[in-house]
T-cell receptor, first 114, second 115 residues
């Protein structure tokens, strides 16, 4: 069975600081990896995804993530956050073996102070 | 493209009543739709996988008689919470997977409050 863990439950940082959110998954086969963002009161939006190819994936709003297969990790990064990045971030994994069912991590609540 | 809608966006009902939530893929066909539940300050938990023309597949611990799922067409899946109780109050989110794709597109969610 696949599972996802996000290391940080809450992150507080100031504008212009760099952000890195950890995500580790457990599944031995081929996986597809996603980062979603949920702004306060809004629905889930896809930030970026990894299916294959270049392990460094660039997404929307200046976010990027790096797939490190040997570490089963898919950490999300942004060099300089803005107040508008305040949101909850979810890492998720899916695989063909799991019928493309998404398994979500517990989420990381990010608060960016102006 | 790849827009998913849900209706209603919020609903308040009395304990013991049934509530139906609709999930529609507006610009694509989806043989598979998924239903999630999100409690406050928690992550999304998959409840069931809805397959067009066949029975839904429920995750462990989800009562199939309480959460009735119907996927009658390639663009519509419904979740009916039967005999709702306050502990069923939650945010219900659906997603749809376009045929041949392995990416899900999420609806805006339905907030259910059972009094």
């Amino acid at each position: 069975a696949q599972s996802v863990s996000q290391h940080n439950h809450h992150v507080i940082l100031s504008e212009a600081a760099s952000l890195e959110l950890g995500c580790n998954y457990s599944y031995g086969g081929t996986v597809n990896l996603f980062w979603y963002v949920q702004y306060p009161g809004q629905h889930l939006q896809l930030l970026l995804k990894y299916f294959s190819g270049d392990p460094l994936v660039k997404g929307i709003k200046g976010f990027e993530a790096e797939f490190i297969k040997s570490k089963f990790s898919f950490n999300l990064r942004k060099p300089s956050v803005q107040w508008s990045d305040t949101a909850e971030y979810f890492c998720a994994v899916t695989s063909k073996a799991a019928g493309n069912k998404l398994t979500f991590g517990g989420g990381t609540r990010v608060l960016v102070k102006p | 493209g790849a827009v998913v809608s849900q209706h209603p966006s919020w609903v308040i009902c009395k304990s013991g009543t049934s509530v139906k939530i609709e999930c529609r893929s507006l610009d694509f066909q989806a043989t598979t739709m998924f239903w999630y539940r999100q409690f406050p300050k928690q992550s999304l938990m998959l409840m069931a996988t809805s397959n067009e023309g066949s029975k839904a597949t429920y995750e462990q611990g989800v009562e199939k008689d309480k959460f009735l799922i119907n996927h009658a067409s390639l663009t519509l899946s419904t979740l009916t919470v039967t005999s709702a109780h306050p502990e069923d109050s939650s945010f219900y989110i659906c997603s749809a997977c376009p045929s041949g794709f392995n990416e899900q597109f999420f609806g805006p969610g339905t907030r259910l409050t059972v009094l």
